[in-house]
């Protein structure tokens, strides 16, 4: 049986099975190694062993926008300078760390993070052409079922020239339940996910970390900082540790389901855009355990197999195993 759920921020329904009980087991899923024994991050990385991360362009002008109110074919014949914008870039670490990074070394960690927060913070800086809007999305991707190009330990940055359907939904339920409630959506989240414990996988000084009630994806996790601010970018250098640390600790409670395939990606404020009151940038981690069935694809409505509440339960259980 499907339990119907609404996420209280987009909108969004998921279908949750809540019937059946399953092992844990019956989700592990070991992450593919990209194929190939070659690795041009190697390559190019010093000599020497430290921890230092390399900022490495991979494209400029990386998307290309088609605007349906005009021509197509017209568009299409632009040249690629005209008509595209945005970049691809990527955080690597030194050479010959091809580990996960919830195993990488603290402060290999700490300056990916340090990293992504300078690089979003010179891209956010860049002028924008007029009616030109900006979105840098993170992304870290473990394995090959997750997208990953590279067993190199590694951060993605895509400048988008656009505001993503998500994150635009996102901005729009922060603002609807600021007017309607005065207060902070993900505040309000994090604080009842903690009081209730139910789906709270842990909480730290600065963070809480939960299963959403109405999660898309099997083992789908929500990185909340407890502190209410709009973008990532604003973080210092003590509030990035702080950072590591949890998104070390949740990353290591996927032990549970073996060595799993995922996708942890940012989710903050635009560049430029003051948003201040009305959106908390948070972190995603969804593991990549199932192929995407007919239903999904025909109607948009996730089915997730395994409750949220199960899944918390699970985690906690391999927090406790690690701990011992």
Not at 220 to 242: C, G, K, N, Q, Y
Request: hydrophobic content about 40%; proline content about 5%.
């Amino acid at each position: 049986m499907f339990e119907l759920r609404r996420d209280p921020i987009t909108g969004w329904w998921s279908a949750i099975v809540t019937d059946r009980s399953f092992e844990h087991s019956s989700f592990a899923v070991e992450a593919l190694p990209v194929e190939g024994s070659h690795c041009r991050h190697c390559d190019e990385a010093p000599t020497e062993d430290d921890d230092r991360v390399r900022r490495v362009t991979l494209r400029t002008d990386a998307f290309h926008r088609i605007d349906p109110a005009k021509d197509q074919a017209a568009q299409m014949a632009m040249s690629e300078v005209q008509a595209s914008s945005g970049s691809w870039e990527i955080l690597v670490g030194p050479r010959g760390h091809h580990e996960s990074l919830a195993e990488a070394r603290p402060q290999l960690a700490v300056n990916l993070l340090r990293g992504l927060r300078d690089t979003m913070r010179e891209i956010g800086e860049q002028p924008l052409a007029e009616g030109e809007q900006r979105y840098v999305q993170a992304v870290q991707s473990y394995g090959r079922q997750a997208g990953s190009r590279s067993q190199h330990l590694n951060l993605e940055l895509y400048a988008i020239p656009q505001i993503p359907h998500w994150v635009a939904e996102e901005i729009g339920g922060g603002a609807r339940h600021m007017i309607s409630r005065r207060a902070c959506v993900w505040c309000g989240l994090a604080k009842a996910e903690e009081e209730a414990g139910e789906r709270l996988i842990f909480a730290d000084e600065a963070f809480v970390v939960f299963a959403p009630a109405a999660a898309r994806s099997a083992f789908e996790l929500m990185i909340v900082p407890r502190e209410h601010a709009a973008d990532f970018t604003s973080l210092d250098d003590d509030a990035i540790a702080a950072c590591r640390a949890t998104v070390q600790r949740a990353l290591l409670t996927l032990g549970a389901l073996g060595d799993p395939p995922y996708n942890l990606f940012l989710h903050t404020a635009p560049a430029g855009e003051r948003l201040d009151q009305t959106f908390h940038w948070h972190w995603e981690l969804h593991p990549r355990l199932r192929v995407i069935a007919g239903l999904e694809r025909a109607t948009a409505l996730a089915v997730n197999p395994a409750a949220p509440e199960y899944a918390a339960e699970v985690l906690r259980s391999q927090l406790h195993r690690s701990a011992g």
